[in-house]
């Protein structure tokens, strides 16, 4: 159990009890190799990508919903119109309206009331929850699904959970055409048909919101495998055990689509046996033939031109969204599978956009581009660790990134640096990629590398020690000077330093003795302190505790247990958490340690001044856009901060390297307990939404109470002034004309930082 703190002298410098420590924020400017900006250069990549639309902010153009499956990470990009074409801008204010799921997540009108439903895998079941935004994304859970087994039908147990297989992507589709969705799955890994469990709310004449479904067919469509390829019109043997089939463990996905206009839906069904062009092409005969029920009669394993073929990832994720704002469906296909261990995955340059020229129920794809959305990231693939350091001595901070790169190229044995080199200033950073395989490392065949940066031979420049997956530390010394670094390679196994594996190290001084102490983090969640008992010139470092401040991240996860009672479900920690420290500062002295995991957190501690007691740890540090609750981050899985302050105001600021190839970043902020003020006088921060803004607007503030507010043109002219409250709609009165103004709010007890406001009418 971790033991609270005792209240001391030195709870003046204790800062993790504050409410907000840091906000999302994107200021710090990339520009790739060329100097081009990358527009989402912190979006945090994206590893396994799934699309859906949804108009998150009510301005009447489709957004863009994308779940990856690295991490099971929800992130949400905002469509805009940039001179007379469609850009995307990442806006994760949306994300906290979203549920966790895991292998999948859709959006699909159910009920057809003109708003796209949330379909999601949690792990157990699939769950659909109803769309009743008004304002913001706003969900009401209706069920977790279930189907009546008509084929294998079992009277004391005749329904199923509908089916979800590890790795495979069902379809969520009205299949025929009767205006409810139906649901079309793999029956298993080891064949290749699939189960049509049909929505019987049309057939039944019972409201849509009464979903209800029935399996009727397992061999869907009439598709099967023989010796290791998909074939048409194959007998059915209604039988989940395939004992009389060829059995391919491989995971299959799904997209339904009318090709040809004639009003039956056509397939596109991709699977990773297929490593040269993974993605079949099935026509639906319902129509030609005038039959009952959806038959494939043609196969096309070459719909796609070799160039494009060689480009897909196996088994795609494949998603039918509109891209471009032209009212047809686009295709965007990307990787899907996980299984490093089985198939060549691409981590970059692995979402292809396919632009319809055509229309959604006659598409004419051309292909557009591999990298949609990422190409506008920081996107090496997977792995990122980043770390900051003056490497040319012109008083700012430069960027280091470790990553793994891709997988499909460097099979996660070869990591690499990349050196972002800060052309900005010291209080407005512009990062310009410089070297893309910084120290020639590539070579090397190191793993999971993490950097760190310390003077510890007191020579006046910064010499470069490497985390590595084998729980080692290696040594790269400054041979040239502060301005013009020259990195040597030393020694592989630092100090005789090593733990269990996947060592990340940071040096502090965290003891006030004048010399950089160790603190490393490792596979096992901990953090281990080591104390430097050598010089200023000569560091040499003493294990004083391999549980630093109690500190430990490892994932939290339900285990059944066998008590007196019998079975019952308590919590327990993984075996493992990847722990990866980094200390932060606030102006008045005070210290935390900030730590990310593999559970996709950054957790922040207070470092006590007595270093042998548990540490207490800011358990909700940000503050949510729209509803203004305290919360902690969810950036996916493994992530990996680095600490320095940016903009020159005192504060440590967070870049927060992903497992998708990333970065994420967070700025620190003053708060009355290192300004001095009193909380009445700290200026609170609210939301206005939508914004821009045509006739009406809606204030999210942290007040119960009557807000009173004026909005004022440029000039500082009020044009309006009333009263409202947080979350009510307020009318914009004619006056109000195309232009920016400012919004100001106030309550009886608290001021709000004024907020810019867009009006496009």
């Known amino acids: 159990m971790k033991k609270k703190l005792t209240l001391s002298i030195f709870v003046l410098l204790s800062i993790c009890s504050s409410a907000q420590l840091f906000q999302i924020s994107f200021d710090p400017v990339f520009k790739d190799a060329n100097g081009d900006i990358l527009k989402l250069a912190l979006a945090g990549g994206v590893n396994q990508p799934q699309f859906s639309n949804m108009d998150f902010n009510k301005d009447g153009k489709l957004d863009l919903l994308v779940f990856d499956r690295s991490g099971n990470k929800v992130l949400t990009f905002i469509s805009e119109s940039v001179g007379g074409s469609t850009a995307y801008k990442y806006d994760p204010s949306y994300e906290e309206f979203f549920p966790k799921a895991l292998e999948f997540m859709t959006m699909k009108d159910y009920n057809d009331d003109g708003k796209p439903d949330l379909w999601f895998y949690d792990g157990d079941s699939v769950n659909l929850m109803q769309n009743q935004s008004v ?22 147990n005749p329904y199923k959970k509908l089916a979800q297989i590890n790795g495979s992507l069902p379809a969520i589709v009205d299949i025929d055409g009767d205006k409810d969705i139906d649901y079309i799955s793999s ?23 009464e979903i209800g479904y029935t399996i009727v067919d397992k061999c869907f469509g009439g598709i099967s495998e023989y010796n290791g390829e998909l074939t048409v019109n194959s007998l059915c043997f209604f039988r989940e055990a395939y004992k009389l089939k060829k059995k391919h463990s491989a995971t299959k996905t799904i997209l339904f689509l009318d090709g040809d206009n004639d009003g039956d839906l056509d397939l596109f069904y991709g699977s990773s046996e297929r490593l040269t062009n993974p993605i079949y092409y099935f026509e639906n005969g319902k129509a030609d033939l005038a039959f009952y029920k959806d038959t494939f009669i043609r196969i096309d ?10 480009q897909i990832p196996v088994a795609p994720g494949m998603a039918y969204v509109d891209v471009n704002q032209d009212g047809e469906l686009d295709l965007v ?22 632009t319809n020229e055509g229309e959604t129920d006659d598409p004419d794809f051309t292909f557009t581009k591999n990298d949609f959305l990422v190409g506008d990231m920081i996107d090496e693939g997977s792995h990122t660790a980043p770390s900051f350091a003056d490497l040319d001595g012109d008083g700012d901070f430069d960027l280091i990134l470790a ?49 760190a940066f310390a003077d510890l031979d007191g020579d006046g420049d910064l010499d470069l020690y490497l985390g590595k997956g084998d729980g080692t530390i290696t040594e790269f010394l400054n041979t040239g000077s502060k301005t013009s670094p020259i990195f040597v390679s030393q020694t592989d196994t630092y100090g005789g330093i090593s733990t269990v594996s996947h060592a990340a190290p940071t040096f502090y001084d965290i003891d006030k003795d004048g010399l950089y102490d160790l603190l490393l983090g ?13 010089s200023t010139n000569a560091a040499a470092f003493t294990l004083q505790s391999d549980t630093f401040g109690g500190v430990r991240v490892n994932e939290l996860i ?29 102006p008045n002295g ?27 740890e800011a358990e909700d540090y940000m503050v949510k856009d729209y509803v203004q609750s305290s919360y902690t981050k969810d950036w996916g899985a493994r992530v990996a901060p680095a600490s320095a302050d940016l903009n020159g105001d005192g504060v440590s600021d967070l870049m927060i390297g992903t497992s998708r190839g990333g970065l994420h970043y967070l700025q620190g902020l003053n708060n009355p307990k290192n300004t001095g003020l009193s909380s009445s006088q700290i200026l609170k921060p609210f939301r206005i939404a939508p914004n821009p803004a045509s006739h009406s607007i809606i204030i999210y503030a942290n007040s119960i109470k009557s807000l009173e507010y004026n909005i004022t043109d440029i000039s500082g002219k009020v044009v309006t002034q009333g009263s409202t409250y947080t979350g009510e709609s307020i009318s914009l009165s004619d006056a109000i004309t195309n232009g920016i103004y400012f919004l100001s709010l106030k309550d009886d007890k608290q001021i709000f930082a004024p907020q810019r406001l867009v009006i496009v009418k």
């Not at 990307?334 to 396919?354: A, C, G, H, M, Q």
Request: overall charge negative; proline content about 4%.
């Open 135 to 156: 304002t913001n994304p706003d969900f009401k859970f209706i069920d977790k699904l279930f189907a009546l087994d008509k084929v294998n039908y079992v009277p004391f």
């Open 187 to 209: 029956l298993n890994l080891n064949g290749s048909d699939m189960i049509f469990n049909c929505n019987k709310s049309s057939e039944e004449n019972v409201p849509l919101e």
């Open 301 to 310: 394993t070459a719909y796609f031109d070799q160039f494009v073929e060689n």
């Open 333 to 354: 296909l990307s990787t899907n599978d996980v299984d490093k261990s089985s198939y060549p995955i691409r981590e970059k340059n692995n979402v292809l956009l396919f």
């Open 403 to 451: 990553t793994s790169g891709d997988y499909y190229y460097t099979s996660d044995t070869s990591d690499y640096l990349l050196y972002y080199t800060n052309i900005g200033s010291s209080t407005n950073p512009e990062f310009k990629l410089t070297d893309e395989d910084f120290l020639n490392l590539k070579g090397l065949s190191y793993r999971s590398i993490k950097p």
């Open 522 to 534: 490792s596979y096992t969640g901990n953090i281990a302190y080591y104390k430097n008992t050598g």
């Open 558 to 586: 339900t285990q059944q247990i066998l008590g007196p009672g019998g079975f019952k479900d308590t919590l327990v920690h993984l075996y493992y958490g990847f722990s990866t420290p980094q200390v932060v500062q606030w």
């Open 590 to 616: 005070a210290v935390c340690l900030a730590v990310g995991g593999n559970e996709g957190e950054v957790r922040v501690f207070d470092i006590s001044s007595d270093l042998t007691a548990d540490f207490e």
